[in-house]
């Protein structure tokens, strides 16, 4: 048995969360649907659009579960002073952080390695795997997420070589309120 029944395609096409709670979410009650991922269906979409190649399974022996099901955003807030000033008010008087914007952490995701990719995804728990690196706000929602570096790499090397040190030692992220900053 390659799944258990309850798992087959058939009955995640009837039962599925996926395959019926999400689309009728998205499509009636948007509200619910933000709260039930933590992010809106376009940023549900641009994140899929980043993360499903990497994660698209092919159709070996028996039919994979779609990346789309499989998922469960860069920036996915808009940068701007308000925002930004919105979750350094939440960390200041949530977790009693100030001038505090991100929580940030990596996990490691399991992968099939990548044909003819060697040693470059076999991480030290000795798995291959991608890195997902996230920031999240004070209230556990992803506002900066890097997909995709190599298992091999630490959270520190992740983060160093993303996008976000550059970002944030040229003031480039976010336009932080100069209020937080006086503090």
């Known amino acids: 048995m390659w799944i258990r029944p309850i798992f087959t395609e058939r009955r995640r096409l009837l039962q599925g969360a996926s395959d019926n709670l999400l689309v009728e979410m998205r499509l009636t009650d948007p509200e619910k649907y933000f709260n039930y991922l933590r992010m809106s269906p376009t940023i549900f979409t641009e994140l899929f659009n980043i993360v499903g190649p990497l994660i698209e399974k092919q159709n070996v022996v028996r039919k994979p579960i779609l990346a789309r099901t499989r998922l469960e955003e860069k920036v996915l807030i808009d940068s701007t002073e308000e925002n930004w000033s919105t979750i350094a008010e939440d960390f200041k008087t949530t977790c009693q952080f100030p001038h505090c914007i ?35 706000d004070a209230k556990n929602r992803f506002t900066i997420v890097d997909i995709g570096a190599e298992g091999w790499q630490s959270d520190g090397g992740v983060f160093e070589n993303s996008a976000l040190p550059h970002l944030l030692e040229t003031n480039a992220l976010p336009p932080y309120p100069s209020t937080y900053a006086s503090e």
């Not at 470059?120 to 996230?134: Q, R, V, W």
Request: net charge positive; proline share 6%.
């Open 102 to 136: 991100g929580a940030i952490d990596g996990k490691y995701v399991e992968i099939q390695a990548p044909p003819r990719s060697g040693s470059c995804y076999y991480n030290y728990k000795g798995k291959h795997s991608i890195n997902l690196l996230a920031v999240s």
